[in-house]
Protein backbone atom coordinates (compact mmCIF):
# COMPACT_ATOMS: atom_id res chain seq x y z
CA UNK A 1 0.00 0.00 0.00
CA UNK A 2 1.38 3.61 -1.18
CA UNK A 3 2.60 5.87 1.66
CA UNK A 4 -0.39 8.51 0.86
CA UNK A 5 -2.98 5.88 0.50
CA UNK A 6 -1.91 3.60 3.59
CA UNK A 7 -3.89 5.74 6.22
CA UNK A 8 -7.21 6.30 3.72
CA UNK A 9 -9.89 4.72 5.32
CA UNK A 10 -13.42 4.19 3.46
CA UNK A 11 -17.08 5.72 4.24
CA UNK A 12 -19.26 5.46 1.55
CA UNK A 13 -17.18 5.21 -1.57
CA UNK A 14 -14.47 7.98 -1.07
CA UNK A 15 -11.58 7.91 1.10
CA UNK A 16 -11.18 9.74 4.05
CA UNK A 17 -7.83 10.68 5.71
CA UNK A 18 -7.80 9.63 9.40
CA UNK A 19 -5.01 10.92 10.72
CA UNK A 20 -4.10 8.92 13.83
CA UNK A 21 -3.98 6.14 12.13
CA UNK A 22 -0.55 6.48 11.08
CA UNK A 23 0.34 6.60 14.71
CA UNK A 24 -1.94 3.37 15.51
CA UNK A 25 -0.62 1.06 12.49
CA UNK A 26 3.16 1.93 14.68
CA UNK A 27 1.29 1.19 18.24
CA UNK A 28 -0.32 -2.36 16.13
CA UNK A 29 2.95 -3.31 14.41
CA UNK A 30 4.92 -3.27 17.75
CA UNK A 31 2.66 -5.54 19.98
CA UNK A 32 4.44 -4.51 22.83
CA UNK A 33 1.66 -4.40 25.05
CA UNK A 34 -1.41 -6.30 26.05
CA UNK A 35 -4.47 -4.42 27.23
CA UNK A 36 -5.62 -4.36 30.01
CA UNK A 37 -9.75 -4.35 30.00
CA UNK A 38 -11.90 -1.54 32.32
CA UNK A 39 -14.11 -3.53 34.87
CA UNK A 40 -17.77 -1.74 34.23
CA UNK A 41 -20.73 -2.35 32.27
CA UNK A 42 -20.55 -1.10 28.92
CA UNK A 43 -24.43 0.69 28.08
CA UNK A 44 -24.23 1.32 24.51
CA UNK A 45 -23.22 -1.84 22.51
CA UNK A 46 -20.71 -1.68 19.96
CA UNK A 47 -21.19 -2.50 16.23
CA UNK A 48 -19.88 -5.86 15.46
CA UNK A 49 -18.58 -5.86 11.80
CA UNK A 50 -19.17 -9.03 11.22
CA UNK A 51 -23.18 -7.99 11.60
CA UNK A 52 -22.91 -4.67 9.90
CA UNK A 53 -24.23 -3.74 6.74
CA UNK A 54 -23.27 -1.31 3.86
CA UNK A 55 -20.73 1.40 4.42
CA UNK A 56 -20.67 0.95 7.80
CA UNK A 57 -19.37 -2.64 7.36
CA UNK A 58 -17.00 -1.30 5.32
CA UNK A 59 -15.44 1.66 7.17
CA UNK A 60 -14.94 -0.73 10.05
CA UNK A 61 -13.28 -4.02 8.29
CA UNK A 62 -11.41 -1.48 6.68
CA UNK A 63 -10.09 0.31 10.61
CA UNK A 64 -9.59 -3.67 11.18
CA UNK A 65 -7.46 -4.10 8.38
CA UNK A 66 -5.20 -1.22 9.10
CA UNK A 67 -5.13 -1.59 12.82
CA UNK A 68 -5.76 -4.86 13.31
CA UNK A 69 -8.50 -4.38 15.65
CA UNK A 70 -12.12 -2.26 15.80
CA UNK A 71 -11.39 -0.02 18.80
CA UNK A 72 -14.36 0.43 21.17
CA UNK A 73 -14.73 3.72 20.56
CA UNK A 74 -15.63 3.44 17.12
CA UNK A 75 -17.60 0.62 17.03
CA UNK A 76 -20.01 2.29 19.37
CA UNK A 77 -20.01 5.27 17.54
CA UNK A 78 -20.75 3.27 14.52
CA UNK A 79 -24.03 2.99 16.08
CA UNK A 80 -24.98 6.05 13.93
CA UNK A 81 -23.77 6.15 10.54
CA UNK A 82 -24.05 9.45 10.45
CA UNK A 83 -21.80 10.21 13.51
CA UNK A 84 -19.19 8.11 11.92
CA UNK A 85 -18.89 9.64 9.30
CA UNK A 86 -18.23 13.39 11.24
CA UNK A 87 -15.78 11.97 12.87
CA UNK A 88 -13.48 10.73 10.18
CA UNK A 89 -14.19 13.91 8.15
CA UNK A 90 -13.71 16.40 11.61
CA UNK A 91 -10.51 14.80 12.04
CA UNK A 92 -9.62 14.92 8.25
CA UNK A 93 -10.77 18.30 8.68
CA UNK A 94 -8.76 19.36 11.91
CA UNK A 95 -5.25 17.44 10.26
CA UNK A 96 -5.14 20.17 7.12
CA UNK A 97 -5.16 23.13 9.84
CA UNK A 98 -2.17 25.04 11.45
CA UNK A 99 -2.26 23.04 14.62
CA UNK A 100 0.45 20.44 14.24
CA UNK A 101 -0.91 16.73 15.41
CA UNK A 102 1.41 16.72 18.43
CA UNK A 103 -0.66 20.09 19.43
CA UNK A 104 -3.66 18.38 18.54
CA UNK A 105 -2.93 15.61 20.83
CA UNK A 106 -1.99 18.06 23.97
CA UNK A 107 -5.87 19.49 23.53
CA UNK A 108 -7.27 15.82 23.34
CA UNK A 109 -5.63 14.98 26.41
CA UNK A 110 -6.24 18.71 28.60
CA UNK A 111 -9.82 18.25 27.10
CA UNK A 112 -10.27 14.58 28.41
CA UNK A 113 -8.48 15.10 31.91
CA UNK A 114 -11.16 18.17 32.32
CA UNK A 115 -13.82 15.82 31.43
CA UNK A 116 -12.89 13.17 33.15
CA UNK A 117 -12.75 10.52 30.49
CA UNK A 118 -10.77 7.67 31.04
CA UNK A 119 -11.14 5.93 27.51
CA UNK A 120 -9.91 8.90 25.48
CA UNK A 121 -7.31 9.44 28.36
CA UNK A 122 -5.96 5.85 27.37
CA UNK A 123 -5.99 6.36 24.00
CA UNK A 124 -4.30 9.73 23.30
CA UNK A 125 -1.70 8.85 25.73
CA UNK A 126 -1.03 5.47 23.62
CA UNK A 127 -1.53 7.84 20.73
CA UNK A 128 1.63 10.40 21.94
CA UNK A 129 3.22 7.76 23.52
CA UNK A 130 3.82 6.26 19.96
CA UNK A 131 3.47 9.01 17.43
CA UNK A 132 4.87 11.69 18.96
CA UNK A 133 7.69 13.11 20.64
CA UNK A 134 6.40 13.53 24.24
CA UNK A 135 7.52 11.82 26.99
CA UNK A 136 5.60 10.36 29.72
CA UNK A 137 6.24 13.16 32.00
CA UNK A 138 5.24 15.78 29.02
CA UNK A 139 2.19 13.48 28.71
CA UNK A 140 1.16 14.05 32.28
CA UNK A 141 1.69 17.62 32.12
CA UNK A 142 -0.77 17.87 28.81
CA UNK A 143 -2.98 16.22 30.68
CA UNK A 144 -2.61 18.89 33.91
CA UNK A 145 -2.64 21.98 31.34
CA UNK A 146 1.28 22.56 31.30
CA UNK A 147 3.57 22.66 28.56
CA UNK A 148 6.86 24.26 27.98
CA UNK A 149 6.34 26.60 25.02
CA UNK A 150 4.43 29.54 25.78
CA UNK A 151 1.96 29.78 22.75
CA UNK A 152 0.84 25.51 23.98
CA UNK A 153 0.23 27.18 27.46
CA UNK A 154 -1.57 29.42 26.44
CA UNK A 155 -3.73 26.83 23.65
CA UNK A 156 -4.49 24.85 26.23
CA UNK A 157 -5.14 27.58 29.05
CA UNK A 158 -7.51 28.36 26.43
CA UNK A 159 -9.18 24.76 25.80
CA UNK A 160 -10.21 23.69 28.64
CA UNK A 161 -11.54 27.21 29.86
CA UNK A 162 -13.66 26.34 27.26
CA UNK A 163 -14.43 23.40 28.59
CA UNK A 164 -14.46 24.44 31.98
CA UNK A 165 -16.43 27.81 31.51
CA UNK A 166 -18.93 26.11 29.00
CA UNK A 167 -17.70 28.37 25.89
CA UNK A 168 -18.14 31.27 28.37
CA UNK A 169 -14.60 33.09 28.82
CA UNK A 170 -13.55 35.40 31.23
CA UNK A 171 -12.77 38.95 29.75
CA UNK A 172 -9.11 38.52 29.80
CA UNK A 173 -9.05 34.93 28.13
CA UNK A 174 -8.75 35.93 24.66
CA UNK A 175 -6.57 38.91 25.08
CA UNK A 176 -4.17 36.25 26.48
CA UNK A 177 -3.91 34.12 24.11
CA UNK A 178 -3.39 36.91 21.25
CA UNK A 179 -0.74 38.44 23.45
CA UNK A 180 0.72 34.93 23.88
CA UNK A 181 0.95 34.41 19.67
CA UNK A 182 -2.52 32.55 18.82
CA UNK A 183 -4.17 34.44 15.40
CA UNK A 184 -7.82 33.88 15.64
CA UNK A 185 -7.38 31.61 13.25
CA UNK A 186 -5.55 29.00 15.84
CA UNK A 187 -8.28 30.41 18.30
CA UNK A 188 -10.90 28.78 15.87
CA UNK A 189 -8.72 25.83 15.61
CA UNK A 190 -8.67 25.11 19.45
CA UNK A 191 -12.33 25.40 19.88
CA UNK A 192 -12.92 22.94 17.25
CA UNK A 193 -10.40 20.81 18.69
CA UNK A 194 -12.54 21.14 22.07
CA UNK A 195 -15.55 20.25 20.25
CA UNK A 196 -13.85 16.93 18.49
CA UNK A 197 -12.19 15.97 21.69
CA UNK A 198 -15.69 16.28 23.74
CA UNK A 199 -17.20 14.44 20.83
CA UNK A 200 -15.46 11.07 21.81
CA UNK A 201 -15.52 12.19 25.54
CA UNK A 202 -19.41 12.19 25.61
CA UNK A 203 -20.40 9.19 23.90
CA UNK A 204 -17.56 7.32 25.91
CA UNK A 205 -19.04 8.58 29.37
CA UNK A 206 -22.63 7.84 27.94
CA UNK A 207 -22.20 4.79 26.47
CA UNK A 208 -19.18 3.84 29.41
CA UNK A 209 -17.31 2.05 26.72
CA UNK A 210 -14.86 -0.77 27.48
CA UNK A 211 -11.35 0.51 27.58
CA UNK A 212 -9.34 -1.28 25.20
CA UNK A 213 -6.50 0.38 25.63
CA UNK A 214 -3.53 -0.16 27.74
CA UNK A 215 -5.29 1.83 31.05
CA UNK A 216 -4.00 5.08 31.95
CA UNK A 217 -4.04 6.52 35.50
CA UNK A 218 -6.25 8.80 36.79
CA UNK A 219 -4.63 9.46 40.22
CA UNK A 220 -2.06 12.48 39.04
Known amino acids: MGNQNRNDWILKGKDLSFHRTTLLILMLNTSLKRFERSNFM ?3 EAVNK ?3 EGPVKESLEAIEGEMGFVPNGMAVAANSPASLKMMFAMDEALGQGELNFTQREMIALAVSQANNCRYCLSAHSEFCSMATDLEPTDIIRARLCEADDP ?3 SMLDLAVAIVENRGELPENQ ?3 ARDNGLSDSIIIEVISNVISAMYGNY ?3 VAKTD ?3 PL ?3 DL
Open 42 to 44: QLI
Open 50 to 52: DEA
Open 151 to 153: KDQ
Open 174 to 176: LAN
Open 203 to 205: INH
Open 211 to 213: IDW
Open 216 to 218: CRM
